[in-house]
């Protein structure tokens, strides 16, 4: 594989970051972030196994030191190529309890993972997608932000994390608008059901229906999707859920 | 193709009905609705020449009888036969005036085409969408539904189109959450610019950039995509729009 | 009261309606429509016995003859008096039936009700209220239109009725865009909950909770600070539920 | 004035604070919060001047021990009285720039005076607003949040301050639907426009129309009325802009 272009995937575990991973590694170098290098080492060992070209690299993207250190890192091992595809699929813990029994400390976790993250890796990614848009890629350059139901609902005892997600929104809304006619696309998504994972085999959801969880190969296949849509048909924002999900 | 399933599509002309219904032609027999047979058959004939399968009927469907007309013809041309993909993109014309300028005929006519329209094309295929679900379709049986700005933004001198816009979106999301959980997805699609069609040749859009306009092959992408959606993850709604497009 | 205003309803029975009535008596002359007199005469008498006054009218909005009817009427009954205010209150019937089981006349009932009759209403009442802008109202003349939980959803079994509450909206919220600018004050109003009037006595909401249907006194002084808003400081739209109901 | 209840502001400078601070004096003791003293001095004086009571306290909402100080000094202040109303109006100074020439200090800065200021106020208010539900309050205890046109639309340029923006009308949401049915009634603003104020007398805000800018007592007169609402008809979110504003 011999691309001028990699992907970066921040949020890597069991579930999403894996899939997309995988899905993104079939057509470029990826670069995988996680806090825990037990959470990629295991992916990093499959797409290599299959061909493929991957890097793990511990990261906390709550923090901007740790942000600047990685990038430092691949521009070392990936001299030269610059970014098709970067995905924000950072969730972090979250807090569901009722408001009063929170603390400050919930809340700032909330932001630090999912608004201070995603400042930072878009300050970190962006300079590189706008360096592609010259480079001819084979799609235009994208930033995908995964995204919840509390994006856009807030909820009893979610309040803090309701909080950053709006946050995130609010940002990659923005970011969209500012990057979108630099012929950089930035999407955000609304997954809106428990993702089909293994620390969600034990939850029963939508009454145990088959398919009631959310696949993460299909969240991958959509992220896939709107890294490959044309700059001419862009979409902002998408929401994906099971069939039997209520909304 | 001796698929057991077909695809229809509702308002075909020039711009994305013809591209929506290449892109389901390479994979399924299509239907081409459309009130003038002069909008579909270069397209039969098109898809014809390159192996795929395609009948044309003059239906209008904003009129029930004209519907069910259709419907009885394609019972007869292709017996046996359940739906894979439907797809309502009867814009009608519309009336771009002040207020107080528009007659009941305006707002008729848009609900006509729009609402009434997709009702009719909703009660005439669902119950051969549902039928699909229980015979091992290769993709979720689907109704995708062509929306436009309006669908979301009422506007001075747009107030009849909106209306009718609006509408169908909220036909559609009701749709949506009746027959999701019985395994049809239906999704709504925002077209959000001026799509670039022989018709729109003359316009400028975007101050003239390049890909400033939408592109129908990328539409007709979008639409495959949600028609190829895994039922553990349907997009009920997404925007398309180029990435020089204010929003 | 020499007002060189007048106020009117269209949809006035015993409960929205009737409340906005008395609290728009308390400041100008008021017209209401309904279709069948039994549902304004008493109201009629409650203001005149209150010293208000009040006129009486049948008429069915959704058909322009009979809109154009009431307005030759009221030409003659409050000779050289504009409107201060013009509430659209018609509901309709509406059906609550699986889509496969409604028939065109549910959705046509529902966008004649809805649309048509928001339209008709409209069109006789924005010359009017155009004109008391350069007659120094006292409040910017004003045109509010109800709207329901299904302005913004919807439902499985609703979609018809969502169909003519979303086309209401997109008109509204086009007349706002159009007219705003002119001076006139267009509001619509996102009514959530089963409302407490005799019709809905037998219906239990939320538990029974006290204070768990809304009080149509409570939707009238939610109109009238509408009303009274300054020019500087219209909202466009705004919901009304109550306390313990889920949204 | 001797009410067993009191209301408090939060951010009163010249402009909203100041009006809906006069507003609220009329019927309670008033609180008023701001960083500087300077903000609140001249409002002090001028709310006892006309026979009301109020305090000021320099606090900064996005440090939970200054809060926690200032509400250590109301309860010594006005010991007994329980909160009718609390009002978080911070704005926070905003950043204009390029995402890729803001630091993080700009996001800090937006998400601290916004969402972390409105959660330390929240966590302070709440629970004596729970309190006054028991004790036969005026009105419904009521947290009413002034968003702005950046709660609801992200911007180029605006970024950082979408994310605070967002970030405050989920929590805000997320606490509407916690503590609305324990009768507590949690309101969002969104003030789409420039506010006419000292500040920005300098502006021109709609072609310089007259009313092109917000007036500060029109934003008091909603508050009051969002505040005096009846619990069976709760608001949760209204827009306020000038007749002339474009959205």
């Known amino acids: 594989m ?27 170098p990826v670069v995988l972030l996680a806090r825990n290098p037990s959470n990629y080492t295991d992916i990093v060992t499959e797409i290599k196994s299959s061909g493929g070209h991957a890097i793990g690299i511990s990261a906390d993207t709550s923090d901007l030191a740790s942000v600047s250190a990685a990038f430092e890192k691949i521009k070392k091992e990936l001299p030269e190529k610059n970014l098709a595809a970067a995905i924000y699929n950072v969730g972090g813990t979250f807090t569901v309890k009722p408001f009063l029994e929170q603390s400050t400390s919930d809340l700032s976790s909330s932001l630090g993972s ?47 994390f309701a909080a950053g997600k709006f946050a995130v929104r609010g940002l990659g809304q923005s970011l969209a608008r500012e990057f979108g ?52 048909s862009f979409t902002q924002e998408l929401d994906l859920r099971p069939y039997v999900e209520k909304f």
């Not at 995937?9 to 899939?19: P, Q």
């Open 181 to 232: 006619p630099q012929g950089v696309h930035v999407a955000h998504v609304i997954v809106d059901g428990v993702i089909d994972i293994p620390r969600t085999r034990g939850y029963t959801a939508n009454d145990g229906k088959e398919d009631g969880k959310i696949s993460p190969e299909a969240i991958a296949d959509s992220y896939w999707h709107l890294h490959t849509q044309h700059r001419s």
């Open 114 to 160: 999912n608004a201070h993250g995603l400042f930072n890796f878009a300050q970190a990614t962006l300079p590189s997608l706008l360096a592609s848009v010259q480079q001819s890629p084979p799609h235009p350059p994208t930033l995908i932000i995964t995204g919840a139901t509390a994006s856009i609902r807030g909820s009893a005892r979610f309040s803090s």
């Open 2 to 28: 011999a691309s001028k272009f990699y992907a970066i995937i921040a949020g890597v575990g069991a579930g999403t970051g894996r899939s997309v991973a995988l899905r993104f590694a079939q057509s470029y």
